[in-house]
C-alpha cells in the first residue's frame, strides 16, 4: 500500500526548509532548487505544492506571519483578564511581545525570515499583501496591548502614537538581535522590552 503524505505537513516541512535557507544564506537563495535539496525533496515534489519560486516565498511569508500574529494573538486574554497595573500584566504583556523577539532558535528563525520578507516586499510586489497584513496584525495587537496597558488614556492619538512607539521599539529589538546576537542576548532583549513598559506605565 502506498504511503499516504499528510499534504499540509509536507508544506510546513518545505516552509522550514526556506526559513533556514533565509537564516544562513538569505532570501535570494531560496530557490526551489536548494528549497527542495535542504528538505532533503526531489525539485519535482516541491513543484507538486508549489508552481514556482514567487508562490513558494508568498506562502512562507504567510505561514511565518500566521505563526508569530498566533502567538502574540493567544497570549491577549492573559494580558485583558490581569489587573492593571500589576505584576501579573507587566508578566503577561511580556510574555506576549515576547512571542514576536527571537528569544530562542525558532523565534529566531522565523523572526530573521519575517524580517527578510518585509524588506523584499519593498521591490517584490507579490510580497506586498503579506507585507501589509503582517503590518497590520501586528499593530492591531500593539495597539491592544498599550490599551490594556493606559487604560486612562487622554485621547486615541496618545494610544496611536505608544502604540507605534512600542513596534518601532520590537522591531529594533529584532534588528539588534538578528545583527549582534553576541551583544542583544535574549536577557538583553526581554530587559530593554522590561524597561521601556516601566516607562509606558508611568
Known amino acids: ?5 499528510d499534504a499540509e505537513a509536507r508544506r510546513q516541512d518545505v516552509v522550514d526548509a526556506v526559513l533556514r535557507i533565509i537564516a544562513v ?6 530557490s526551489l532548487r536548494e528549497v527542495a535539496d535542504e528538505a532533503g525533496l526531489a525539485v519535482g515534489s516541491v513543484r507538486h505544492y508549489f508552481a514556482g519560486s514567487d508562490e513558494l516565498l508568498a506562502y512562507s511569508f504567510g505561514t511565518v506571519v500566521n ?8 497570549n491577549l486574554p492573559a494580558v485583558a483578564a490581569a489587573a492593571p497595573g500589576s505584576p501579573g500584566q507587566r508578566a503577561a504583556v511580556l510574555t506576549l511581545l515576547g512571542g ?4 530562542d ?6 523572526t530573521c525570515a519575517w524580517m527578510a520578507f518585509k524588506n523584499a516586499a519593498r521591490t517584490r510586489p507579490f510580497l506586498a499583501p503579506e507585507a501589509d497584513r503582517s503590518h497590520r496584525r501586528v499593530a492591531a495587537v500593539a495597539g491592544q496591548v498599550v490599551a490594556a496597558l493606559l487604560p ?4 486615541e492619538e496618545d494610544l496611536v502614537l505608544e502604540a507605534e512607539r ?4 520590537l522591531d529594533g529589538l529584532c534588528m539588534h538581535a538578528l545583527l549582534q546576537p553576541g551583544w542583544m542576548t535574549a536577557q538583553m532583549c526581554s530587559g530593554v522590552l522590561e524597561r521601556h513598559l516601566q516607562a509606558l506605565g508611568r
Do not use: F, Q
Request: charged share 30%; no cysteine; hydrophobic share 50%.
Open 1 to 5: 500500500m502506498p504511503k499516504i503524505v
Open 25 to 30: 544564506d538569505g532570501l535570494e537563495r531560496a
Open 67 to 74: 505563526r508569530i500574529v498566533g502567538r502574540l494573538e493567544a
Open 100 to 103: 514576536l523577539l527571537p528569544l
Open 105 to 110: 532558535e525558532e523565534r529566531a528563525l522565523e
Open 152 to 155: 486612562g488614556a487622554e485621547t
Open 166 to 169: 512600542l513596534l518601532a521599539t
